[in-house]
């Protein structure tokens, strides 16, 4: 089938290759016997071919990301521009590879192009890897003769996507994880630190303030039932990620919230209109016909109220619309985005008007980035300050008022 994804393994092997001379490698087969037969095909004849034995923590292996396939993509464009021929391309791009699954991916494609089947056919059987996009952009440079082209504007295209893709990432991993480090630090004070200051008042014999009780509250509640907080916890996060995959509707909800949301919002925005440019403009220089090209755009968009939008501008731009009036109608892009799509229809270069609007977009993400790495360090620091700090105060308060009163 096409669409599945192909299962094999790595076989090593020692033999004799064209010359006589001894000589060894690796190959990717779904059996021995097809390892031999493709060593055979080379010219080489086997002696022993034995399956690779796995890593010991082989279950641990680390998946392939979008990062790994943007950087496979950019090293077979520069393989190709060199005038390496394809398949010898491969053996040198999984020479370099360190993560043994990507070498494996690379292998099973090098034996698909190697059988004589086209690229794009062989991506296609790796749908988890390369998506709908990915394949017709490498179809259509293969289709038309420009390949080495087509996979340096691919490699391009994942490359700018994957940073966009970073610096979202790195605006909100950051105060996640700060935060997570001060609930985490939270938790064991009032249940390590606090209770211990607690057996000191016993022995005071007086009325303690109202804050060091609430304090001490907590304090008991959280050790307590700090096991079944942990798993409430847990079981959220799981049941969030669970109805978001789940649910259209209420991954709508959030796409349609993180729009609105203050500061966050504005990136959100930046970055989908930003992919919106990117993918549209990659596509149609690639000469993709613009409907086919909106409907790869808007499976890329990121968002579900723009793809909804772009599905739109695909039914009005099939049925005669310009692409200008549709953009326009669904009330959704920013103004610079519609001149510039005006621009490039009347002159003919709506992929290039595209691409600075990507550049410009891609821009300013960046620099709301910045701007929000620097808001959120001292907004951080307040609430590390009052977590940390008021339990302190709170505990320290009776010691303080007990000097006083001496």
């Not at 020692?14 to 037969?37: I, L, Q, R």
């Not at 500061?263 to 440019?277: E, M, Q, T």
Request: with cysteine.
């Amino acid at each position: 089938m096409a669409g599945s994804v192909a299962k094999g393994y790595t076989y090593n092997w020692n033999g004799t290759d064209k010359n006589g001379h001894p000589s060894k490698g690796e190959v990717f087969a779904n059996s021995a016997s097809m390892a031999k037969a493709q060593l055979r095909r080379k010219g080489i004849i086997p002696k022993s071919v034995r399956k690779k034995a796995a890593p010991l923590f082989s279950g641990m292996a680390k998946p392939i990301s979008a990062a790994d396939v943007a950087i496979f993509t950019r090293q077979l464009a520069t393989m190709m521009k060199a005038g390496v021929p394809l398949v010898q391309s491969f053996d040198i791009v999984a020479e370099g590879m360190d993560k043994p699954s990507m070498k494996d991916l690379v292998i099973a494609l090098k034996n698909e192009v190697a059988s004589g089947n086209g690229l794009a056919h062989a991506l296609k059987k790796h749908p988890k890897h390369f998506d709908d996009l990915f394949c017709s952009l490498v179809g259509a440079g293969e289709s038309s003769g420009t390949l080495e082209i087509m996979l340096d504007r691919v490699a391009t295209y994942k490359e700018k996507t994957e940073q966009l893709k970073a610096k979202i990432k790195k605006a909100m991993t950051y105060p996640i994880a700060v935060i997570a480090v001060a609930l985490v630090v939270t938790a064991i004070l009032l249940i390590k630190v606090v209770p211990q200051f607690a057996e000191t008042f016993r022995s005071f014999g007086s009325d303690l303030p109202a804050f060091t009780l609430f304090v001490l509250g907590i304090s008991n509640f959280v050790q307590e039932w700090w096991v079944i907080i942990f798993i409430g916890l847990v079981a959220t996060i799981f049941l969030f990620k669970e109805v978001k995959s789940r649910s259209v509707p209420f991954s709508e909800f959030l796409d349609q919230l993180a729009l609105k949301a203050p500061v966050v919002g504005d990136i959100v925005f930046n970055s989908v209109i930003a992919r919106f440019s990117r993918t549209l403009a990659t596509t149609f220089s690639a000469g993709v016909p613009l409907v086919e090209a909106l409907d790869s755009t808007a499976g890329a968009a990121g968002n579900s109220v723009y793809s909804k939008a772009i599905g739109q501008i695909r039914e009005d731009v099939t049925s005669g619309t310009t692409l200008y009036s549709s953009v326009k109608s669904t009330g959704l892009f920013p103004t610079m985005l519609l001149q510039m799509i005006s621009i490039g229809e009347e002159s003919g270069a709506l992929d290039d008007m595209l691409d600075k609007v990507a550049q410009h977009y891609e821009e300013a993400v960046d620099n709301a980035v910045d701007s929000l790495s620097s808001l959120m360090e001292p907004l951080i620091m307040s609430i590390l300050g009052v977590l940390v700090g008021g339990l302190m105060i709170a505990m320290y308060l009776p010691i303080f008022m007990l000097g006083s009163v001496v």
